[in-house]
Nanobody
Framework: QVQLVESGGGLVQAGDSLRLSCAAS????????MAWFRQALGKEREFVAG????????NYADSVKGRFTISRDNAKNTVYLQMNSLKPEDTAIYYC?????????????????WGQGTQVTVSS
């Protein structure tokens, strides 16, 4: 099992940037595919970005491509989500998730461990 703790959320204006962090502890971090999901009020949880265990491949939702960047520092057991040009529709609770394998997938049901979430609110 991996324990995940997110940080870095907050209230910003449209066009601003935020960087979310997810600190992991537990089983060997570098073997885990990691991802960020988000859930807006009244909506289902959706995939935002994911990165393979060694960080060589990343995927993004179409809605965030070109604005968000996922990265990881395996030495620090941390994954990041740099969010630029934020829009009001990015407002959601953002969750960090880990798989027990290195392979990347965008289905939340395939992730084994979840953080508690961090709120991101973007005002217009």
């Amino acid at each position: 099992q991996v324990q995940l703790v997110e940080s870095g959320g907050g209230l910003v204006q449209a066009g601003d940037s935020l960087r979310l962090s997810c600190a992991a502890s537990g089983r060997t971090f570098s073997r885990n595919a990691m991802a960020w999901f988000r859930q807006a009020l009244g909506k289902e949880r959706e995939f935002v970005a994911g990165i393979r265990g060694i960080g060589d491949v990343a995927n993004y939702a179409d809605s965030v491509k070109g604005r968000f960047t996922i990265s990881r520092d395996n030495a620090k057991n941390t994954v990041y989500l740099q969010m630029n040009s934020l829009k009001p529709e990015d407002t959601a609770i953002y969750y960090c998730a880990a798989r027990s394998t290195w392979a990347l997938i965008d289905s939340p049901a395939r992730y084994d461990d979840w953080g508690q979430g961090t709120q991101v609110t973007v005002s217009s």
